[in-house]
């Protein structure tokens, strides 16, 4: 069975709740997209991490568009933190990976107004089956099914990714707790992504608890 080939466009689905029809840690997911985008572009050696922040080792990513666009901003900013990245466009992000899924098949989206004003967006994963073998892949690498070193670089960040979002569509709170060494563990593949990720989360959380 085929999988997206981002990180980001994988998050997305793995974030998606097949029995209630859409994604879920909806205020977190563009900051998981975010993420996802930053550590794809550092997989595919398009990112180094240096002192400060990440710097843009390649020139393009030319077989896609959202990674390029990424890519270009680090590329022409002053050297700015990996918290900053993350944050930098998440409110655009879900939107962004949920454009190129639709546009690759992989989910189907209906798009209508509340009371003909507020914009909606029903997303249909069109092959569930997808969606089941992320969460089995996450499920086993957070379990401890094999050594680290036996696990895929991509499925690593994937499953670090989602430890510190801790979603639910993989496995309950509690137990994400019980293993969350496991995920940091993971998470050295695409360091440091997950903590920036995690920095993100907080900050978020704070503003609100202070508004």
């Known amino acids: 069975m085929d999988l997206p080939g981002s990180l980001p466009q994988r998050l997305y689905l793995l974030a998606y709740d097949i029995e209630r029809g859409r994604p879920t840690a909806r205020w977190k997911l563009g900051y ?12 595919r050696g398009c990112l180094d991490d240096a002192t400060g922040g990440p710097v843009a080792s390649r020139t393009a990513v030319p077989d896609d568009a959202l990674l390029d ?11 700015r933190t990996w918290q900053h990245w993350v944050n930098k466009g998440s409110h655009r992000a879900v939107r962004q ?25 029903k997303v249909t994963v069109r092959d569930t089956r997808v969606v ?16 680290l070193s036996r696990v895929e670089p991509r499925d690593a960040a ?17 137990q994400w707790r019980a ?12 360091a440091p992504v997950p903590r920036a990720l995690h920095k993100a989360i ?5 503003a609100a608890a202070g508004s």
């Open 69 to 79: 666009a990424a890519l270009q901003q680090i590329a022409a900013s002053r050297r």
């Open 32 to 43: 998981l997209m975010r993420a996802g985008i930053l550590a794809e572009l550092l997989l």
């Open 179 to 190: 293993v969350r060494e496991r995920g940091e563990a993971l998470g050295v593949v695409v």
């Open 97 to 121: 990976v949920r454009d190129q899924l639709e546009a690759g098949g992989w989910i189907r989206v209906r798009r209508t107004r509340l009371l003909g004003v507020i914009p909606l967006a």
């Open 202 to 206: 907080q900050a978020a959380q704070a």
């Open 158 to 174: 994937l499953t670090a990714l989602a430890s510190v979002i801790r979603l639910r569509t993989v496995m309950p709170w509690r």
């Open 132 to 147: 089941r073998r992320l969460t089995s892949t996450v499920s086993s690498a957070m379990r401890g099914g094999q050594p």
